[in-house]
């Protein structure tokens, strides 16, 4: 019950964010856009890069990410806290039982998301945007859909996996570091280093959007892109990282000791 509760308190954390940072940047793009296509996409993918780092805009482009890390951030250790003794004493199927979690986890981040993506939609609205292209903006709403449900899996995975071999609190720290090291890396290193920046594995919802040919370039915001690298290329990235994590979370679980 405790984690249920603490469960839907953190959703509506995220969507009071989300209504918070959404109204904050509302400022800057209104002036520009009432295209609702481009609110999804300085929402959700935003970046920085034409203005100075400060801790605010870290903030901005972090938070919706953390708190839905947060989510799921100790799943793993409850499920082992509460069912040990049955799940692996007597089914012995560890390996088979830490995939069946992680996949069980993705759906649940599916539901969450696109019920906060829609959610979304109704305040953007609300904000003033509407939909121009009915096809632009569905293809923009998918893949942005799919690329922050595929970095939160990334960064849930990891945690959990952390939590496993120290604890919950250790876990959940060392994966916001990674994280927030992922983005100030990306903006750092942006118009230097593209060819590594590409490669930097936590900011793939960031990066592929802002390729599609869909994204208006006379928004200052969405001028930046790596030309070429696109949202297949990215999700095949995350596949990658994900199917490795999976692995790893194999290994570990396949040597834990149980207490």
């Avoid at 250790?170 to 990306?186: A, D, E, K, Q, S």
């Avoid at 900011?203 to 297949?232: C, H, T, W």
């Amino acid at each position: 019950m405790k984690t249920g509760c603490k469960k839907f308190n953190l959703i509506i954390l995220s969507i009071l964010s989300m209504i918070l940072i959404s109204t904050i940047l509302n400022l800057n793009l209104n002036q520009m856009t009432s295209n609702i296509k481009d609110m999804y996409i300085y929402y959700y993918s935003y970046t920085f890069l034409s203005e100075k780092m400060t801790i605010l805009n870290i903030l901005i482009s972090s938070l919706p990410m953390i708190i839905s890390i947060s989510i799921f951030a100790d799943d793993l250790a409850i499920e082992i806290e509460k069912n040990a003794a049955y799940i692996f004493t007597r089914s012995r199927k560890r390996k088979k039982w830490i995939v069946n979690k992680f996949i069980y986890i993705l759906f649940n981040i599916l539901r969450i998301e696109f019920i906060q993506f829609s959610i979304s939609f109704v305040y953007f609205t609300i904000l003033g945007y509407r939909i121009k292209e009915p096809k632009q903006f569905l293809l923009v709403f998918v893949e942005l859909l799919i690329l922050n449900i595929l970095t939160q899996y990334i960064l849930i995975i990891i945690v959990n996996l952390v939590t496993l071999k120290i604890n919950n609190i250790v876990g959940y720290i060392i994966c916001i570091f990674l994280f927030l090291i992922n983005i100030i890396t990306f903006h750092l290193f942006f118009l230097k280093e593209q060819i590594l920046v590409k490669y930097i594995p936590l900011i793939q919802y960031l990066l592929s959007i802002k390729e599609n040919m869909l994204v208006d370039r006379s928004i200052i915001y969405f001028s930046n892109f790596i030309p070429s690298y696109n949202f297949i290329q990215a999700v095949a990235y995350d596949v990658i990282i994900i199917i490795f994590l999976l692995l790893v979370g194999r290994k570990i679980i396949e040597k834990y000791e149980f207490y």
